[in-house]
C-alpha cells in the first residue's frame, strides 16, 4: 500500500503543472490514499485525497471529456471524510458535486447508474443527519433509476 502511494507520488514529480498527463497523476494518488485511508484509517491521508482531487477537478474545466469522474473522485471523498468527522459542508458539497457529476452522464451514458446510486448515497446521509423527508424520497427515487440500468444479472446489482 505505502508502496504504491510512493510509485503515485514519483509519477506525479514527473508531471509538473502543464503536463498533459497530471490531472490523471493528480487521480491515481488521491485514489492509493484513499485505499491507504480505508485500510489504515490516517485522517491526513483523506484530507491530502481531498486536496489532490480538488487539484485534478481544477485541470478539468467544464467540457473536459474526464470532469464528471473528477466531480465523482471529489463528491467520494468528501462522503468519506463526512462519515468520518461529520462535518454537514462536506455532506453538502459531495451532494453538489453528484449532482453536477450526474448532469454530466445523461440516459445512456456507461456510468449514469453509478452516479444516480452516489447522490442517493448521499442524500441517504443527509435524511440520516438532519431527517429532511425530501431527501429520503429523492434518495429512494434515485435508487430505484440506478437498479433500472442494472437488469437481473449484471454485476453492480447486489
Known sequence: MADDVEKCRAALKRHPPGHPLRSESLNNLAASLGDRFRQR???????????????????????????????????ASLGDRFRQRGVPSDLDESIELNR???LLRPPGHSDRSNSLNNLAVSL???????GVPSDLDECIELLRAALLLRPPGHSDRS
Open 124 to 130: 441517504g446521509d443527509r435524511f440520516r443527519q438532519r
Open 100 to 102: 453536477a457529476a450526474l
Open 41 to 75: 484509517g490516517v485522517s491526513s491521508d483523506l484530507d491530502e485525497r481531498i486536496e489532490l482531487n480538488r487539484a485534478a477537478l481544477l485541470l478539468r474545466p467544464p467540457g473536459h471529456s474526464h470532469r464528471s469522474q473528477s466531480l465523482n473522485n471529489l463528491a
